[in-house]
């Protein structure tokens, strides 16, 4: 049983890429769902057909849904949207205001994400694949379930405690809506969602993030900062897809200086996601759309290859506390200290072995924090970053 999940820059072909790996899991006789939690569906569009927040069936051994959020808000939020709405409007707001603003910013996609666990501990399917929302978004979301485990675990046994003890009052002398044990019951139920689909997507046996990319700066630039975040939050990226690359044979002069560019930021793909490997998929002749193109897309992106297999196992590096430090550590098998340099440009650390180098993007609170030493540990580099610099 596997779960992948599909990202990436906005506009790179995220969905078309999660797509075509569907039907080629399904050719090979997955039973595979494939479904959109990005807010801006365009699942059916890439199958041209069109597509429901159920299961529909696409071809033999595949499925594919786009979620309906008024279903799932009503599934894992109702009760607790149904408690703010009545909070807000007793402090004057209209109605039909409260009824909007009682669902937080990101409830929405995170929502759907929790049908990921319905899915994957269903049994019904053997391959998840998820075409998520951008990657700013996708951070977002798979950092919540940690943020209501600290208000959960610190807040929630306190805050029941309190309701109970003075909801007579309250709702006697102020006529205030106060939460009742069914608001509580969908918290635990959510919390418990949210704890599960974690576990899950942050086993590198079963899930795995896969980047989308194009062959260009900004793009790239975005996926190192997306994949810094997803291995600091335990999610284990296994590969890059580099989208839309202009074919060798391709001599019309009008693209010689796009292959220039690809070429070049192609490179810096590889530098930055070393030791994660790429696969690179070129621009077709038309439109990617119906079941013929996205096999064709499947068959030159992957080839041979079973797109559910792990390409990648463990992390391109770790980040942890210790002893007053925070210690970047990566692998750098067969090298030696006089072979490393470092550098340092803004949130960016360069590490290079001898003509080779590594673009590494540091998470924001590294990049306040000098550099204290690097030493290597058998094949592993570890980098000290100074703690008690940020208080001084």
Request: aromatic share 10%; charged share 25%; with cysteine.
């Amino acid at each position: 049983m596997r779960v992948l999940l599909y990202t990436g820059k906005g506009g790179v072909g995220k969905t078309t890429v999660a797509a075509a790996t569907a039907v080629r899991a399904a050719q090979l006789g997955h039973r595979t769902i494939v479904l959109s939690t990005d807010a801006a569906h365009s699942l059916s569009d890439s199958f041209d057909m069109p597509l429901a927040g159920e299961s529909v069936p696409i071809a033999a051994n595949l499925w594919g849904q786009e979620t309906d959020i008024t279903d799932t808000m009503e599934t894992y939020w109702g009760d607790i949207e149904d408690w703010m709405s009545a909070l807000m409007a007793w402090r004057g707001m209209e109605r039909i205001v409260a009824d909007e603003l009682a669902i937080l910013p990101g409830m929405e996609e995170l929502a759907n994400l929790l049908y990921i666990s319905t899915y994957y501990y269903g049994g019904d399917y053997d391959v998840v694949i998820v075409d998520c929302a951008p990657t700013a978004d996708t951070l977002r979301l798979l950092s919540f379930p940690e943020v209501l485990g600290w208000w959960m675990d610190k807040m929630f046994p306190i805050g029941r405690t309190a309701v109970t003890v003075t909801r007579p009052l309250v709702r006697r002398v102020m006529g205030m809506p106060v939460p009742d044990d069914r608001v509580f019951e969908s918290v635990e139920r959510l919390y418990s969602h949210l704890n599960k689909m974690r576990t899950l997507l942050t086993d590198p046996d079963k899930s795995s993030v896969r980047l989308v990319v194009n062959p260009e700066k900004m793009v790239i630039k975005e996926a190192q900062r997306s994949f810094t975040y997803f291995s600091l939050y335990g999610y284990a990226t296994d590969l890059v897809v580099c989208n839309r690359l202009i074919p060798e044979d391709v001599v019309d002069p009008y693209f010689e200086g796009w292959k220039a560019s690809q070429s070049k930021y192609y490179k810096m793909t590889e530098e930055a996601f070393a030791p994660i490997p790429i696969l690179g998929v070129p621009l077709m002749v038309e439109e990617v759309v119906g079941m013929p193109m996205l096999e064709r897309m499947a068959e030159a992106l992957y080839g041979e290859r079973d797109p559910t297999d792990i390409f990648f196992r463990g992390h391109a590096h770790d980040i942890e506390k210790e002893n007053g430090y925070y210690v970047l550590t990566f692998d750098l098998p067969f090298s030696s200290r006089e072979d490393i340099s470092l550098t340092r440009n803004g949130d960016e650390l360069v590490v290079r072995v001898g003509n080779h180098k590594r673009n590494i993007i540091l998470p924001r609170t590294l990049t306040r924090l000098p550099v204290k030493d690097a030493k290597f540990d058998g094949d592993r580099l570890r980098i000290r970053f100074d703690l008690s610099a940020e208080n001084s």
